[in-house]
T-cell receptor, first 115, second 108 residues
Framework: DSGVTQTPKHLITATGQRVTLRCSPR?????VYWYQQSLDQGLQFLIQ???????AKGNILERFSAQQFPDLHSELNLSSLELGDSALYFC??????????????FGPGTRLTVL | EDQVTQSPEALRLQEGESSSLNCSYT??????LFWYRQDPGKGPEFLFT???AGEEKEKERLKATLTKKESFLHITAPKPEDSATYLC?????????FGAGTTVTVRA
């Protein structure tokens, strides 16, 4: 158990809908990262927040957005869902801002199925 | 663009049969190479971080090494519980770029 928690574990929804994925980092960690893992794309970095502020952005679609709250938990919002958004979504956390000695610890993931 | 290539894609081993996994990378300004283990449907589990060529790290039956262009994960006398997908990632700026992984199956 990494100490990172994610809810829900599974999510099934329809195209065009909007969903929210939640992540609580390990105690003491200030950074939260979001990743998408699909069969054809592998593990892809989406976005990082550090102490409430956006720190780095990857290949995140405009339909997706995230935020980190004062208690450091984070939410990833996915809207206008398409079939291709079906994937495993992972949250990771680290102590620092992603610097050279920072290690990312991953949560158990949320499996999103868009029908 | 950062590139991380892992080989082979899949590896089937007999229990006790040692082998190595390869991770080659092209990135300017490497700030760490990471190995993770991932079981089906689970989140990646951190194994090692390597920072400079020549560095080695060990954990039980696993040993990771790093050169200027690639890293190896050696599995010595594997057991069935070592069956998993092993992911390599490089850090550039703040993000990790992952390879596609090597799926290792160890038969008893």
């Amino acid at each position: 158990d990494s100490g990172v928690t994610q809810t829900p574990k599974h999510l099934i929804t329809a195209t065009g809908q909007r969903v929210t994925l939640r992540c609580s980092p390990r105690s003491g960690d200030l950074s939260v990262y979001w990743y998408q893992q699909s069969l054809d794309q592998g593990l892809q970095f989406l976005i990082q927040y550090y102490n409430g502020e956006e720190r780095a952005k990857g290949n995140i679609l405009e339909r997706f957005s995230a935020q980190q709250f004062p208690d450091l938990h984070s939410e990833l919002n996915l809207s206008s869902l398409e079939l291709g958004d079906s994937a495993l979504y992972f949250c990771a956390s680290s102590v620092g801002g992603g610097g050279s000695t920072d290690t990312q610890y991953f949560g158990p993931g949320t499996r999103l199925t868009v029908l | 663009e950062d590139q991380v290539t892992q080989s082979p894609e899949a590896l089937r081993l007999q229990e006790g049969e040692s082998s190595s996994l390869n991770c080659s990378y092209t990135v300017s300004g490497l700030r760490g190479l990471f190995w993770y283990r991932q079981d089906p449907g689970k989140g990646p589990e951190f194994l090692f971080t390597l920072y400079s060529a020549g560095e080695e790290k060990e954990k039980e039956r696993l040993k990771a090494t790093l050169t200027k262009k690639e890293s190896f994960l050696h599995i010595t006398a594997p057991k069935p519980e070592d069956s998993a997908t092993y992911l390599c990632a490089v850090r550039h700026d703040y993000k990790l770029s992952f390879g596609a992984g090597t799926t290792v199956t160890v038969r008893a």
